[in-house]
Nanobody, 116 residues
Framework: QVQLVESGGGLVQPGGSLRLSCATS????????MAWYRQAPGKERELVAT???????VYVDSVKGRFTISRDNAKNTLYLQMNSLKPADTAVYYC??????????WGQGTQVTVSS
């Protein structure tokens, strides 16, 4: 069973930066499109960014130019570099496989709080 463990969240001031990590297990990671999601209080979970096995990326408009999704296939690890953070970015961030057939159960995620 493939497991996903998010880390790197925390409290930062507006304009600050944070780097999230998602450690995975299983060789299937190297061949799969991965994604970061987030869920703010009182809102539905939303897709933030995706990255294919070859490194092609897609971002939701609200984070474009500020967030960078990347992966290290040798380490089975997914990353999300977040710069110029805004209070609207406050949410619990989750990683998962993009395709529904590979989705793992949602874990604890990692809390990102942007506040002055």
């Amino acid at each position: 069973q493939v497991q996903l463990v998010e880390s790197g969240g925390g409290l930062v001031q507006p304009g600050g930066s944070l780097r999230l990590s998602c450690a995975t297990s299983g060789s299937i990671f190297r061949f799969s499109t991965m994604a970061w999601y987030r869920q703010a209080p009182g809102k539905e979970r939303e897709l933030v960014a995706t990255i294919t096995s070859a490194g092609s990326t897609v971002y939701v408009d609200s984070v474009k130019g500020r967030f960078t999704i990347s992966r290290d296939n040798a380490k089975n690890t997914l990353y999300l570099q977040m710069n110029s953070l805004k209070p609207a970015d406050t949410a619990v961030y989750y990683c998962n496989f993009l395709v529904d057939s590979l989705k793992r159960s949602w874990g604890q995620g990692t809390q990102v709080t942007v506040s002055s």
